[in-house]
């Protein structure tokens, strides 16, 4: 393409020098030259877009389609994508903010012995919590399925207490009203763990939704708040949990 240029800049250089029509020519010839040089190298990254759209990648049609919009933005190529592409970034936000729900669950399997396996999906709260005056630490919520000790759903803490040898915690899904549910606190010190009794409800209510807030009482007096988005939870790890 290079070459092209500058053959239509030499075809036209003796002239040019004592006809001003032959001067204009040589400059149009030159800037459709440069013109059909910049719908080339659009036209390669449109085929990397059109690609990504069609095995709907959007996270990589977004950026194709971006440096096709800033770096060729006076192509044709770059007019014919622009339409669509305000859809393709919002579809791309949406598929980064999934894979980021995604991440924020763990799962496990874990052989018990010749009893079967564990199964637990836990996440950490959104923000950390102070519940004791000791500091902001992380909440967690675990469901977990035993093979002996049966289906689960509690709360731990990394500091503090729960105040609920028997209680009430309070459960808002995204933008809901709280709905009450009762909640236990095993007599034991090896872990500062609270068991929501019903547990299949509260299951069903974070794969469902975006974010649910537990509001539990503690110790050191009062209630706090943990927020969770569980909405990149995948349901098919606890599979038993449908039943």
């Known amino acids: 393409m290079k070459r092209l240029i500058l053959v239509a800049a030499c075809a036209f250089a003796l002239s040019a020098c004592s006809n001003p029509e032959a001067e204009r020519q040589a400059q149009e010839a030159a800037a ?15 085929k990397q877009y059109d690609m990504a759209v069609a095995s709907q990648d959007w996270e990589r049609a977004r ?36 894979r980021r729900l995604q991440a924020l669950w763990q799962y496990n399997k874990i052989p018990i012995g010749t009893k079967g396996i564990q199964a637990s999906a836990q996440i950490y709260s959104k923000e950390r919590v102070d519940v004791d005056g000791s500091g902001a630490k992380p909440v967690q919520l675990v469901f977990r399925d035993h093979p002996e ?4 759903a509690y709360l731990v803490l990394q500091a503090g207490d729960f105040r609920c040898p028997k209680c009430q915690v309070k459960v808002t899904v995204d933008d809901g009203k709280p709905v009450s549910m009762a909640a236990w606190r095993p007599d034991t ?9 019903d ?45």
């Open 63 to 98: 950026i194709h389609g971006g440096s096709l919009l800033d770096q060729y933005k006076d192509t044709d190529v770059a007019a014919r994508i622009e339409p669509g592409y305000a859809e393709v970034k919002a579809k791309a936000e949406a598929a980064r903010e999934k």
């Open 32 to 46: 459709a030259a440069a013109k059909a040089q910049q719908e080339e190298k659009a036209e390669g990254v449109a």
């Open 149 to 152: 000790w049966k289906r689960h």
């Open 199 to 243: 547990q299949k409800a509260l299951w069903n209510l974070a794969r469902k939704a975006k974010v649910i807030s537990i509001e539990f009482p503690v110790k050191a007096g009062g209630t706090r708040t943990a927020v969770f988005e569980t909405g990149g939870v995948d349901a098919s790890q606890m599979p038993q949990w449908w039943q």
């Open 189 to 197: 010190d090896e872990a500062i763990a609270m068991f929501i009794t």
